[in-house]
């Protein structure tokens, strides 16, 4: 078993930046791609950004690119996403995730982290 815990978030400002954090403990080795996810209020789940945990090929959704960055740190076993020029739209809980190896879906989650942005 995968343990992801999230930090970073928080009540910013638009137009301010945020670099969330996830740390994964327990199985690690197991890991093959980490990602972020994102619910706005009233909305459902939506996924933000993935990164392949040895070969750090990165993917974004269409939206976010060009301002978010995902990156993470193979000797900390910690994974990050930049958020630039934040947007009230930006407001979410951002969720980290894991997919273990030669799994077809991701299989852990964490419990999120909020992430609020003021106009």
């Known amino acids: 078993q995968v343990e992801l815990v999230e930090s970073g978030g928080g009540t910013v400002q638009a137009g301010d930046s945020l670099r969330l954090s996830c740390a994964a403990s327990?199985?690690?080795?197991?890991?093959?791609?980490m990602g972020w996810f994102r619910q706005a209020p009233g909305k459902e789940r939506e996924y933000v950004s993935s990164?392949?945990?040895?070969?750090?090929?990165?993917s974004y959704v269409d939206p976010v690119k060009g301002r978010l960055t995902i990156s993470r740190d193979r000797t900390s076993y910690t994974m990050y996403l930049q958020i630039n020029i934040l947007k009230p739209e930006d407001t979410a809980v951002y969720y980290c995730?894991?997919?273990?190896?030669?799994?077809?879906?991701?299989?852990?989650w964490g419990r999120g982290t909020q992430v609020t942005v003021s106009p």
């Open positions: 995730t894991g997919w273990r190896l030669g799994s077809d879906q991701y299989n852990n």
């Open positions: 327990g199985r690690t080795s197991s890991i093959y791609l």
């Open positions: 990164i392949t945990w040895n070969g750090g090929t990165t």
